[in-house]
């Protein structure tokens, strides 16, 4: 008696059901996330071309040296927290946020030292910021 094999289909793995799951989760995540909108910083850049200004009087100079210690118009700080950064800033400003604010950093100084004082003259209220660098002698 001689039987008759059945000729059997290939087995497929159908992918579309699993493609249609990964782009509803796709979706899904894209609509519900939510984005931050960072600040951004504004800065005044020096030039390098013009004329010298008159020195005022009334100026707060803070100086980020390239280890990361401040110190504001001659004074040095106890410690490099931003509190600290902030109290000292409001003194030798007497809370008057209209006078020109004057970042040096060092040029080894690292950017988040320099970044903390910018933040904390924008929390005091200051809007004239100014940034220089200084130039190691050579």
């Known amino acids: 008696m001689k039987l ?50 008159a020195e005022q009087k009334d100026i707060i100079e803070v100086v980020v040296s390239a280890e990361g210690h401040y110190v504001i118009n001659g004074r040095p700080l106890v410690n ?23 970042i040096t950093a060092d040029q080894d100084a690292k950017h988040q030292a320099v970044i903390r004082v910018y933040d904390a003259a924008g929390r005091l209220g200051f809007t004239q910021i100014g940034i220089t660098t200084k130039q190691t002698a050579e």
Request: overall charge negative.
């Open 4 to 53: 008759i094999k059945r000729k059997r289909d290939p087995i497929d793995v159908n992918l579309t059901p699993l493609i249609d799951v990964v782009f509803l989760l796709l979706i899904f995540f894209m609509v519900s996330t939510t984005f931050t909108k960072e600040s951004r910083l504004t800065l005044q850049l020096p030039e390098a071309e013009g004329e010298a200004v």
């Open 80 to 102: 490099d927290s931003i509190k600290t950064l902030m109290s000292a800033i409001a003194e030798v400003s007497s809370s008057d946020s209209q006078l020109p604010f004057i």
